[in-house]
């Protein structure tokens, strides 16, 4: 893992997810290293040479975080990054900048795959309007161990249940959803008492990643593999728009609060 300490000017950018105003990443890289990760796209501005998930940049930044700025609006941490990524435990920048969050009026979405997050529990409790979103999409720790470094999948869950427990405002970020892998209803039916909103995104193969995911499939779920082919080379989206329609469907039946980001041109539009 290649660690370096840059400066940075600010630890606060615009948002251009239409889901907030701001983004905070106190991080470049990851050392998760999800092979399906889309904020790989970022080594080509950053000039990153090294394989994703084998650099970091720890970013200082000496400006305080401007409260009147953030008033009442809506702040992402972080977007391009876990900020609970295992350096985290050393250099402590998110929790320097929750010190600072802590006693801002703005609409807080904190998401990860790391349990770590839970060290700073005494401040996420101060925190007036805050949710957390912890990624799982398999209960199955051969295939997360296959995709990425973070917390286990118990560990996630156990985070779930304390922060629940906490009175934090949970949510699961099922993201991304691998078809015929992903077991939704599953995953519900199991966090449902501690979780009190689902986030639901497919798995959306881009450029770089997209033939080295179609390759695991043919190599480790091959009875899978011509249902991949449908979707990610010939762009047929009626999976998507069935399994869209079920779980919102489900989800309704079952009382549960989710959100369909299924983020597919056709689909919107449909």
Not at 19 to 36: F, L, Q
Not at 52 to 72: A, E, Q, T, V
Not at 239 to 259: S, V
Request: charged share 30%; proline share 3%; net charge positive.
């Amino acid at each position: 893992m290649i660690v370096k300490e840059v400066k940075v000017n600010d630890y606060v950018s615009i948002s251009k997810l239409p889901t907030s105003d701001y983004v905070i990443n106190p991080y470049i890289g990851c050392t998760h290293a999800c092979k399906y990760c889309y904020a790989s796209f970022m080594k080509r501005f950053t000039g990153h040479k090294e394989e994703w998930g084998d650099f970091i940049d720890i970013k200082i930044c000496d400006k305080k975080i401007s409260s009147s700025k953030l008033f009442h609006k809506k702040v992402f941490l972080s977007s391009v990054t876990d900020c609970y990524n295992p350096l985290e435990e050393k250099y402590k920048i998110t929790r320097s900048i929750l010190e600072q969050l802590k006693d801002v009026d703005c609409y807080l979405s904190i998401t990860t795959k790391s349990s770590l997050i839970l060290r700073d529990l005494d401040l996420l409790k101060q925190m007036k309007n805050l949710e957390v979103a912890i990624s799982i999409n398999t209960l199955d720790e051969n295939f997360k161990n296959d995709m990425d470094k973070a917390s286990s999948i118990k560990e996630r869950i156990e985070t779930l249940k304390i922060l629940h427990d906490n009175e934090i405002k949970t949510i699961l970020f099922m993201s991304p959803i691998f078809p015929g892998i992903t077991n939704p209803k599953e995953i519900i039916l199991k966090t449902k008492y501690f979780v009190d909103q689902y986030w639901l995104e497919n798995l959306n193969l881009r450029t770089g990643y997209k033939y080295y995911i179609l390759n695991y499939i043919k190599e480790k779920y091959p009875e899978y593999y011509p249902l991949y082919n449908k979707i990610y080379n010939q762009k047929d989206i009626s999976y998507w728009e069935k399994l869209g329609k079920d779980l919102n469907e489900f989800c309704q039946f079952n009382n549960i609060n989710a959100i369909n980001y299924f983020y597919h041109e056709k689909i919107r539009k449909s």
